[in-house]
C-alpha cells in the first residue's frame, strides 16, 4: 500500500460509454477516492463487475479486473479473495444484476463475511436493455414492458443483508461527492463484507428517482445521531420504507472476516517448485 496514490490513478485511458449525467460516474469517482484514501494502489486492487451499465467500470478503473457473467460478479471476488487475501477486492454492480438474477449469491456473499467491498449502483431500473422495472422499481413505477407498474413491492437490499447477518450495512447518493467517497471508504476499511447501496439516478429511463427527487428526500443518519452499532436501530431504519436514509445503517464492530476464520491467510498463486506429491499418478487417474 502506498500513501502517494492519488484517486486519479485508478482512471484508467478508457472513456466511459455511460449516458451523460448517469449516477455510475460519481459512484465510480466515489470508489476511486476511497481505495486512494484507504492507501490502496492499482497494482492491489482487483475490481469485479456484473453485467449492466455498471459492468464496465472494470474497463474505466485502472487496477485487476474481470467482468463477469450476469449476477455472478460475488462468487468471482470471493474466489480472487480466497486466492489471494493481500488483494483489496472490490465488486460492483447494479440493482438488477445483484438483486434479481445475482440475489442467491448476494445472501450468501453477505452471511459468508469475506473482507471484501460490494458497491451497488442502484438506479431502480434496468438502463443497460432500455427501461424495464428492475427488482427496485416502485410498485407503480410505468414502463413499457410494466405499463401499470410491477405491482409487486420492491426489494429492500438492506433488510436482506441484515436478515443474513450482515456486518457492515450502508447506503449512498453518488452525487453527495464527500458522503458517498467517506461511505466507501469506511466500508473498504470494515474487516469483513462491506456493502454500499449507492442511489445512482438514470437519466434516461427513470424520470421519478431522480437528482432532484434524492436531494429532497434524503436523509443523512449522521445528522440524526444514528448509531450503527446498535442492531434494533439499524432495523427500524431498514425498515422504515417512507425514508431515504444515507449512511453506515448498520456496522458489528466485532465483525471476524471470513478468510481469517479459517486460515486463508496465503497467497496460493505462490505455488511451490515441483507438482505435489501422487499428483501425476492423480492426473494419470483420469486423463
Known sequence: MSSDVRFTDFKS??????????GDFGTMNGMMKALANTGNDPDNTFVVAGIGCSGKIGTYMHSYALHGVHGRALPVGIGVKSANPDLEVMVSGGDGDGYSIGAGHFVHAVRRNMDMTYV??????????????????????????????????????????????????AQSFSSDAQRHTEIVQQAVEHDGFGFVNV????????????????????????????????????????MDEDTEYQGVIYQDEESEPYNERHGLDENMADIPDGAPEDATDLVREFY
Not at 422499481?137 to 413491492?153: I, L, M, V, Y
Not at 442511489?199 to 440524526?224: G, H, K, M, Q, W
Open 199 to 238: 442511489y445512482s439516478p438514470c437519466v434516461t429511463f427513470n424520470d421519478v428517482d431522480t437528482y432532484d427527487y434524492f436531494r429532497d428526500a434524503i436523509v443523512d443518519l449522521d445528522e440524526e445521531g444514528h448509531d450503527p452499532t446498535d442492531r434494533d436501530a439499524a432495523q427500524k431504519k431498514i
Open 120 to 169: 451497488v449502483m442502484d438506479n431502480r431500473i434496468y438502463g443497460l436493455t432500455k427501461g424495464q422495472a428492475s427488482p427496485t422499481s416502485r410498485e407503480d413505477f410505468e414502463t413499457a414492458t410494466t405499463p401499470d407498474g410491477p405491482k409487486q413491492a420492491p426489494v429492500n437490499p438492506l433488510a436482506l443483508a441484515l436478515a443474513a447477518d450482515g456486518s457492515f450495512i
Open 13 to 22: 485511458d478508457k472513456q466511459p460509454t455511460w449516458c451523460p449525467g448517469c
